[in-house]
């Protein structure tokens, strides 16, 4: 509930400090003189748009704070505790416009930005405008009020939810078939090169055992040369041999060891050296004769290397990396593939999804139409108590299962009849504007009934309302304030009459400077005031009388 509102320096208005009560609170004063402007202050300390035009002339910025007691309302206290803005049972909103038009907010004394300024002012207050009954001709804005006197919210967020996941596979799925043709065009040029490079088979390591058997091959001729002339070197040489040599000089050194025993390390060294030249001659031996001419395998060496670096240089890379070339182009090939079943599991994915928002769609419209038949008959109900005797309202709803949305898939429509006779027709054709701002207030209140907002503005909803209708509205307002803080601003005595409190607003004038201020109204200073609303500045005995009829007890 608004407990205190605090305006300063906003638009006409100088300082205001204001408290209120819980009921009905009416809003009165002379055309002109600023009976909405605590409602515009109010809308902006709840996350509403300020610009540099709403301060004051010569002050340096506005300032507006809304005090609130939550202790009744779950929502707001869930939400104020799960961003840890909680304080106890109460809540104070305050907002702040440069005169530069720069914007700052708080709740409960904490900087905050706007959009949570906008999420806790929808759990605290909910306004309604003058001219709220136009946008009633909107199918959409049909369909949310049908929703709204329904409450069936976990629906709305379970179709919601089912419908963003189905978009999002929807898109998922678009953005897999557009690149299919690039795949497609890929995959092609990938079969190619994969099978060329399969049926050339080059293993890992392969490319090097080639280069050096094929190195050996084409140097066969200089290689058996060579080592010949080694092994007669060193052991194959008539006349003299690396392995003659060192025999002829053991027997000399062991000779002489006999005289020196110093000398048989020497003879031990010469001893091995032997060992290793005989081996080395048996080793380079058995190399020579494996050495073989061999023109087929060189040839075919040679193709095969030919091949590799041609290969290599049509991918553009080494014949070292041709291998793994290769391996990675099988790899891409394999993804590809998997690419296609990824598409029909997406495509399955999508089908269930779509399934499951139809599905909930339609648990939606099941809600909507029970819903709708309840709402018919309270609507009709009012209509009639507001002078509209042979008025028959009635909501269609129309289930298209083709038009899937985050609404689910109802096509909403307010159909009303206001002669004996006449076929129901959608209130844009068939209601006057007298009508249609009845049928308004009529939605407007029964529908504020079931939301779970605890304070409620009318802003001035009963134009075009008078007589005894307007006492019918007053009364309506009344018995809805009885439950729910209701704010209204009006200029019909018979509505301000059944107001639980009263509020009158007056501008004054003093030199250059004007001044709105805003005043509660007991006694007899109410009893003025419905009387000039009745008969305006000229105020008799009669209209006093009537004022006094008008005005509604609290026994009442």
């Not at 509403?48 to 002339?57: I, L, N, S, T």
């Not at 009934?449 to 007589?467: C, N, Q, R, Y």
Request: net charge negative; hydrophobic share 40%.
């Amino acid at each position: 509930m608004l407990t205190q509102l605090t305006v300063a320096n906003f638009a006409i208005v100088k300082f205001l400090e204001l408290d209120f009560a819980p009921g009905m609170t009416t809003i009165t004063g002379e055309t002109g003189a600023g009976k909405s402007i605590a409602i515009d202050a109010l809308s902006l300390c709840l996350g509403g748009r300020g610009e540099a035009g709403m301060v004051r002339p010569g002050a340096e910025r506005a300032e507006i704070s809304a005090r609130f007691d939550v202790a009744a309302i779950p929502a707001a206290l869930q939400w104020l505790r799960s961003n840890a803005l909680d304080d106890e049972e109460e809540c104070i909103l305050r907002r702040s416009i440069s005169g530069e038009g720069r914007s700052r907010a708080w709740i409960n004394g904490n900087p905050v930005p706007l959009s949570q300024l906008k999420a806790l002012g929808e759990t605290l207050i909910s306004i309604h405008g003058q001219h709220a009954h136009h946008g009633m001709l909107h199918s959409d804005t049909q369909l949310a009020l049908l929703d709204q006197y329904a409450g069936h919210f976990n629906l709305l967020k379970q179709c919601q939810d089912a419908y963003q996941n189905w978009k999002s596979l929807d898109l998922q799925l678009k953005q897999l078939k557009e690149q299919q043709e690039q795949r497609q065009a890929r995959a092609q040029l990938l079969e190619y090169q994969v099978q060329e490079l399969d049926e050339f088979a080059l293993q890992p390591g392969e490319f090097e055992a080639i280069e050096v058997e094929h190195r050996r091959l084409a140097n066969c001729g200089t290689l058996l040369e060579q080592s010949q002339r080694a092994l007669y070197l060193l052991s194959e040489g008539d006349e003299v041999s690396v392995q003659a040599l060192l025999q002829q000089a053991i027997s000399q050194v062991d000779a002489l060891a006999g005289e020196d025993p110093a000398l048989a390390d020497i003879t031990n060294m010469l001893h091995e050296g032997l060992i290793q030249v005989q081996e080395s001659s048996s080793e380079l031996e058995r190399y020579r004769d494996r050495l073989e001419m061999d023109p087929e395998r060189f040839n075919e060496l040679e193709n095969r290397l030919s091949r590799a670096m041609t290969l290599a240089r049509k991918h553009m890379v080494s014949a070292h990396e041709l291998a793994q070339h290769h391996q990675q182009l099988a790899d891409e090939l394999a993804d590809l593939a998997g690419s296609d079943e990824q598409i029909e599991q997406l495509s399955e994915a999508l089908d269930a999804a779509r399934e499951q928002l139809a599905e909930r769609a339609l648990k939606l419209n099941k809600s909507r139409q029970r819903y709708a038949r309840e709402l018919d008959k309270l609507v009709t109900d009012n209509l009639k108590a507001l002078a509209m005797p042979h008025a028959r309202f009635q909501i269609s709803v129309e289930h298209r299962a083709d038009a899937l949305s985050p609404t689910g898939a109802d096509r909403v429509q307010f159909l009303v009849t206001t002669n004996p006779g006449q076929p129901l027709q959608p209130i844009a054709k068939s209601a006057s504007g007298g009508e249609l701002s009845r049928i308004g207030l009529a939605i407007q209140v029964i529908t504020a009934k079931k939301v779970a907002t605890p304070t409620l503005i009318f802003d001035e909803v009963d134009v075009g309302i008078s007589g005894p209708t307007a006492a019918v509205v007053g009364r309506m307002l009344r018995q809805l304030g009885q439950s729910t803080q209701v704010f209204c601003v009006t200029h019909l005595p018979q509505v301000a009459g059944n107001g639980h409190n009263h509020m009158f607003v007056a501008k004054q004038s003093q030199g250059k400077s004007t001044e709105t201020r805003m005043t509660p109204l007991l006694g007899e200073a109410r009893l003025q005031e419905l009387a000039r609303l009745l008969g305006g500045d000229t105020i008799t005995d009669n209209t006093l009388a009537n004022a006094r009829e008008l005005l509604v007890s609290d026994t009442d």
